[in-house]
């Protein structure tokens, strides 16, 4: 991205035949500013219901997240952006599905994200 931004040359790959989406997972108070208070959901644990594969892992992208030296992960950051998951199927439909299912796995108290992706 920072390529395409400050106009570079880049090489593109991509797999042909397959789609992606990503899907933000966020807490409160995202959508709204948090700049003249902590967030009620700094410090929040993240955790999943069950052991993870690598191939999940690479699919979930923190953003303001920190880790423990015990490896739990939890929110570090006040505008609740906390992390998306990306999907990559043959169809449309088959990518949504591995995000949500990868989504399902995860566990942040007061999470949501959009259910609306079709």
Do not use: W
């Amino acid at each position: 991205m920072k390529a395409v931004a400050s106009g570079e040359q880049y090489d593109f790959t991509y797999k042909k035949g397959q789609y992606g989406i990503i899907v933000l997972v966020a807490v409160p108070p995202f959508p709204y500013a948090m700049s003249d208070r902590k967030s009620k959901s700094l410090g929040t644990d993240i955790l999943f219901k069950e052991a993870l594969t690598d191939e999940e892992k690479d699919r979930i992208h923190f953003e303001e997240v920190s880790q423990r030296r015990d490896k739990t992960y939890y929110v570090s950051g006040n505008s609740g952006y906390v992390l998306h998951v990306s999907g990559i199927g043959k169809t449309v439909e088959a990518a949504r599905k591995q995000a949500y299912d990868l989504i399902k796995k995860i566990v942040i108290p007061k999470m949501f994200y959009r259910t609306d992706i079709v």
